[in-house]
Nanobody, 126 residues
């Protein structure tokens, strides 16, 4: 199994930036495709971004395109999600997830992921 722990969330003003980290332990992150999801109060979990094992395939939500950058450092066993130009509607709990299969559009579905972190709160003030 792989354990995931997110960090980097916090309170930021609209227009600001944050970098979320997802640190893995137990197994090498290089074996997994990574996904990021978010959930705001009273709303369903929403896809944010996904990155294949190799880093060559990426997906991102339309509402966030142009504002996010994904990265992974397999040496540090950590994945990153950098978000710019944050808006109040980006306020949510952000979670990372991992799964070992073949990358593809299915990575945009939370149902495809086996391992999840506990989430980190991102709050964007107006």
């Amino acid at each position: 199994q792989v354990q995931l722990v997110e960090s980097g969330g916090g309170l930021v003003q609209a227009g600001g930036s944050l970098r979320l980290s997802c640190a893995a332990s137990g197994r090498s992150l290089s074996n997994y495709n990574m996904g990021w999801f978010r959930q705001a109060p009273g709303k369903e979990r929403e896809f944010v971004a996904a990155l294949s094992r190799s880093g060559s395939i990426t997906y991102s939500a339309d509402s966030l395109k142009g504002r996010i950058t994904q990265a992974r450092d397999n040496g540090k066993n950590t994945a990153y999600l950098h978000m710019d130009s944050l808006k109040p509607e980006d306020t949510a709990v952000y979670s990372c997830a991992a799964e070992p299969g073949i990358p593809g559009p299915r990575l945009m579905s939370p149902l495809e992921y086996t391992y999840w972190g506990q989430g980190t709160q991102v709050t964007v003030s107006s």
